[in-house]
Structure formats: structure tokens, C-alpha cells
Nanobody, 125 residues
Framework: VQLQASGGGLVQAGGSLRLSCAAS????????MGWYRQAPGDQRELLAN???????NYADSVTGRFTISRDIAKNAVYLQMDSLKPEDTAVYYC????????????????????WGQGTQVTVSS
């Protein structure tokens, strides 16, 4: 499973960016997709995720400013980021938990987690 993220860049405080990520490869279905970020010296932080049923969850730090959405047909997830702050500066990663068929199992599915390569978001003050 490959995840290709795009949309990062440099933006002034108060501005907006929209990140995109599409999953490709061989999998049975997507369980959920999400966005994380990691700033230098910090742990990777979950920002938002969205389930196959459309249920969303947000970190307190981005609630009300970031919106996660998806396109099921494209196996894609998006993160609309508004009212950006300098502290939002980080590398942003998309992730996906998918079901894959276990080879030779006759139909047994197993879940696995996958990550994209990261896209830099820099917010200037």
C-alpha cells in the first residue's frame, strides 16, 4: 500500500492550506485514514482521522481550524487547514489502516497500518 501526500508549503499565519493523500496498491478495504504531524524534537501527533463510515475525530489543538474529509472512490483523504499558526509548522503525514487478504488463507483479512512520506508545512509569523 502506498500513500502519496501533497499540498504542503509555506504560508503566512492566518492562512490556509489543503493537504491531499491518496492510497494505492493492493488492499481489500480502508478502515480509516488520518493525518499526523511531527515537529522537530516532538513526538508524532495525531491530528484527525476519518473512518470508513465517515466518523471523524480531531485533536484539541486543531478542532475548529482543520477539517478532514475523504473521497471514497479515489481512496483519498484531505485536510483543510485554516487559521494556521506558526506552531502548526511540522512535517505532516497521512496514514491508512487497511484490510488485506492473507495470502493462501481462503479469505482471511488482516489489518495493517501504512504511512505516507510526509509533506512540510511551514507557517510564518
Amino acid at each position: 500500500v502506498q500513500l502519496q501526500a501533497s499540498g504542503g508549503g509555506l504560508v503566512q499565519a492566518g492562512g490556509s492550506l489543503r493537504l491531499s493523500c491518496a492510497a494505492s496498491g493492493t488492499f481489500f478495504s480502508i478502515i480509516f485514514m488520518g493525518w499526523y504531524r511531527q515537529a522537530p524534537g516532538d513526538q508524532r501527533e495525531l491530528l484527525a482521522n476519518i473512518s470508513s463510515g465517515g466518523t471523524t475525530n480531531y485533536a484539541d489543538s486543531v478542532t475548529g481550524r482543520f477539517t478532514i474529509s475523504r473521497d471514497i472512490a479515489k481512496n483519498a483523504v484531505y485536510l483543510q487547514m485554516d487559521s494556521l499558526k506558526p506552531e502548526d509548522t511540522a512535517v505532516y503525514y497521512c496514514s491508512a489502516r487497511v484490510f488485506q487478504m492473507v495470502a493462501g488463507s481462503g479469505g482471511v483479512l488482516e489489518a495493517s497500518d501504512h504511512w505516507g512520506q510526509g509533506t512540510q508545512v511551514t507557517v510564518s509569523s
